[in-house]
């Protein structure tokens, strides 16, 4: 699908953009003079685009990735101000997370393109993703430490899982700047490629996620990293060969198999939720 020029524009005063390009979503944090900071509209208008992406058929992986010279440095600065001279009277509505972890959610997979900038809320939002690649110098913090705020959205569960445990907590206690070069390292990103290749390398990783894996399959592997991660490993086993039973009944396989045989692209059908 194809955002017409009414949603363009709409997505634009929230600060995220939405494109399609074949069976890729493209979604671009874009809010200029703050560098891409986000404030509640734009959180709210990330996680209903990406929701809108993975309920479309038609597109079967999205990349996140920023405008400029910044991924996303985390909450606008102007909005914790306001929050510091009168925080909230109650603990109601704190159900916002679902948009802020709304990759994990997800069926379709998420690519993290880091172009810039990556701090506080913007680190979630990487790390909540399913693959990441940055920019060669692109900087990244916590920084929630560095704020006298906690480990927010579920970052300290996330992180763990990504870079160990001891490693997270360096860098969740310390909130210290890192580079793209040094997440490599720690395995928080998965390549680290020129500032100017960035948006090709991603897009072209997920036109292959998007060609070649099975929508169904991908999805079912999200829920089984998410769910699998917290079961014994025989337990986990267990799952794993109903899932695999139930599969061989499935269109997928028979598909995966043809194409193989034919040496041809799969022509995988979509995934839903219900199927």
Not at 154 to 159: D, E, F, N, R, W
Not at 210 to 231: C, G, H
Request: with cysteine; proline share 6%.
């Amino acid at each position: 699908m194809v955002a017409d020029p009414e949603e363009a524009a709409l997505s634009a005063v929230d600060g995220v953009r939405y494109a399609a390009d074949g069976a890729v979503a493209t979604l671009t944090f874009d809010k200029p003079g703050r560098s891409n900071a986000m404030d509640v509209p734009m959180q709210v208008r990330y996680g209903a685009l990406l929701r809108q992406a993975d309920a479309d058929p038609d597109v079967r992986a999205v990349v996140v990735t920023g405008a400029g010279r910044a991924f996303c440095p985390g909450a606008d600065l102007g909005l914790l101000d306001d929050l510091a001279a009168a925080p909230p009277a109650s603990s109601g509505g704190h159900e916002n997370f679902r948009d802020v972890l709304a990759a994990s959610a997800a069926g379709v997979p998420v690519v993290a393109a880091i172009n810039g900038g990556c701090a506080g809320l913007g680190f979630v939002i990487a790390c909540s993703a399913d693959v990441r690649f940055a920019a060669a110098g692109a900087k990244f913090t916590t920084a929630f430490s560095r704020r006298g705020l906690i480990a927010e959205y579920g970052i300290a569960k996330l992180l763990p899982s990504l870079v160990g445990e001891g490693r997270a907590r360096d860098l969740l206690l310390s909130g210290r700047t890192f580079t793209a070069e040094q997440a490599l390292d720690y395995g928080l990103v998965q390549e680290v490629v020129p500032a100017e290749e960035l948006g090709l390398r991603a897009h072209a990783y997920a036109t292959e996620l998007a060609t070649y894996s099975a929508p169904r399959s991908m999805a079912v592997m999200k829920a089984q990293f998410a769910r699998e991660a917290l079961l014994p490993l025989d337990e986990a086993a267990r799952e794993a060969t109903a899932l695999m039973i139930d599969s061989f009944g499935r269109p997928e396989l028979a598909e995966g198999l043809a194409s193989w045989n034919e040496r041809r692209e799969p022509k995988f059908p979509p995934h839903s939720a219900e199927s």
